[in-house]
């Protein structure tokens, strides 16, 4: 049973554009909902997350945007830069420590 | 940096022998996890502790894996007579648990390669 669908898997995007990421989710306990960022060779370190309370977060040139109803939330990047590639992951879960990671993005941002 | 360690970084070992790896949580998290990472994946949950006690197992996790966490602090994964599918990374991640408390501080991982 998948629980988590992210979308898409690769995605390619010039300097300067917007870079969105897509993760659908099957589990209505799920109560926090973050998105992890890894780099290859290291492990996945968290970007941003938020919880249900609100629609939309921002921090800088991230963005989450979450919709309840449809049981998605999405990771927008502003300004998309070469540092920025990297494999996304969206990772919902909560206090029930369900463990649920997506199969991941691959960002490439060419300069 | 008092941020997760794991230890070795990279492992390389001969098919059938035993090895363990090591990793050191955030002093203050009380819970503890292992995933296992393949190229192009997504981590997949191996197991997790809550203190000491190990509260939850993969069905990934095969009866040649065996965690511990003794003390409630540091833990070690074993793999016992390798295989070649066990080539991965190997990684940790440690959190504060409870409400509030659910994002997981990832270590940097243990790269195995069985010959």
């Known amino acids: 049973q998948q629980q988590v669908k992210q979308s898409p898997q690769s995605l390619i995007v010039q300097k300067g554009g917007i870079s969105i990421i897509n993760c659908a989710y099957e589990?209505?306990?799920?109560?926090?909902f973050p998105w992890y960022q890894q780099f290859p060779g290291k492990g996945p370190a968290l970007l941003i997350a938020?919880?249900?309370?609100?629609s939309e977060k921002k921090e800088g040139r991230f963005t989450i945007s979450f919709n309840k109803s449809a049981k998605q939330f999405s990771l927008h990047i502003m300004d998309s830069q070469p540092g920025d590639s990297a494999t996304y992951f969206c990772y919902p879960g909560g206090s029930n420590y369900k463990l649920t990671f997506g199969k991941g993005t691959l960002l490439t941002v060419n300069p | 940096d008092t941020g997760v360690s794991q230890d070795p970084r990279h492992k390389i070992t001969k098919r059938g022998q035993n090895v363990t790896f090591r990793c050191d949580p955030i002093s203050e998290h009380n819970r503890l996890y292992w995933y296992r990472q393949t190229l192009g994946q997504g981590p997949e949950f191996l197991t997790y502790f809550q203190n000491e006690a190990q509260l939850e197992k993969s069905r990934l996790l095969s009866d040649r894996f065996s965690a511990e966490r003794p003390k409630g602090s540091f833990s070690t994964l074993e793999i016992q007579r390798t295989e070649q599918g066990d080539s991965a990374m190997y990684l940790c991640?440690?959190?504060?648990?409870?409400?509030?408390?659910?994002?997981?501080?990832f270590g940097p991982g243990t790269r195995l390669l069985v010959l």
């Open positions: 991640a440690s959190s504060p648990g409870g409400q509030g408390g659910e994002t997981q501080y």
């Open positions: 589990n209505t306990a799920f109560d926090y």
């Open positions: 938020i919880r249900p309370d609100v």
